[in-house]
């Protein structure tokens, strides 16, 4: 994490330390007037998933000045840990209460958790790896990109096989390298920063090198530079994916929990009253 991402997230841990005191203290006061604390730190934990949930609805409204959007980021990050503490005092120390709707909403809320602390590694990690390679790909323009490079791939072979009169680079490629030109490759790995790709290519660009003549090389060294972009493309491709994936995942279980809590708090009140 970076210092200017650490400094930002200051302010949020000053705000959610005073809120986690207020509702030490709001317990406090109640048990001395015999109101159930369950019920105080219940209203305090949906009030933070309510705000947490704000961030996803701060995304679309972009007319509007409601502040830089990396702000409201560490306000998430920060504030999904203070309700786990929030959460956790609720329960009296008990990650999974007794009871199948209770514990719903537990495996819920520790889904969201998880997927949150997940999620703050990736906005870390991979919008800086996607700068690394050169800007950012429009996520749905890789596809056609990929095509296109396929493409003049299979024509410069095409090219090399009516220049030259041989097979030789044109067999090579259909068993090897048309593979890696099909679809994305090494997703996993370039997940993992790692840069497998580019040496597969290098591999099999060397080993058919010495079989070719001047003319067929050219041809070669443009394949080369062609499955060198792919390369780039694929890593755009496999960060902005899990990116995708994972909101995917965590915003559907951050719009259930929610949903679930809003019963839960209608039928404790209907309970005690």
């Keep these: 994490m970076t210092v200017g991402f650490l400094k930002r997230l200051l302010g949020p841990i000053i705000i959610g330390l005073a809120v986690v005191l207020s509702l030490l203290y709001f317990i406090d006061a109640g048990n001395e007037n015999l ?21 996803n609805v701060r995304k679309k409204l972009i007319a509007f000045n ?59 990690v991979y919008p800086r790896r996607l700068s690394d390679t050169g800007g950012e790909v429009v996520y749905d323009a890789i596809p056609s990109e990929l095509v296109r490079l396929r493409d003049e791939a299979e024509n410069c072979v095409m090219d090399c096989v009516n220049s030259s009169g041989e097979a030789t680079l044109s067999d090579h490629y259909s068993d090897t390298l048309d593979w890696y030109f099909r679809r994305p490759r090494f997703y996993l790995n370039h997940l993992l920063g790692g840069d497998r790709s580019s040496a597969w290519v290098g591999k099999h660009i060397e080993e058919v090198r010495r079989y070719l003549n001047d003319n067929e090389q050219e041809y070669l060294n443009k394949i080369a530079k062609l ?12 960060c902005q994916d899990l990116l995708r ?11 259930a929990l929610i949903i679930m809590s809003i019963w839960h708090l209608i039928m404790i009140h209907l309970y005690l009253q």
């Design 66 to 124: 409601l502040g830089a959007v990396r702000f409201w980021v560490a306000f998430h990050i920060v504030g999904g840990l203070a309700a786990v503490v929030i959460f956790l005092i609720h329960t009296d120390g008990i990650i999974f209460p007794l009871g199948i709707y209770e514990q719903i909403i537990a495996i819920l809320f520790w889904f969201v958790s998880v997927t949150g602390v997940f999620g703050t590694i990736f906005i870390n």
């Design 35 to 55: 109101k159930n604390p369950a019920v105080i730190s219940g209203w305090f934990l949906f009030g933070f998933l309510i705000l947490l949930g704000a961030l």
């Design 227 to 238: 499955a060198s972009a792919k390369s780039i493309l694929d890593r755009q491709y496999s």
């Design 245 to 255: 994936k994972w909101l995917l995942l965590h915003v559907p279980l951050s719009i």
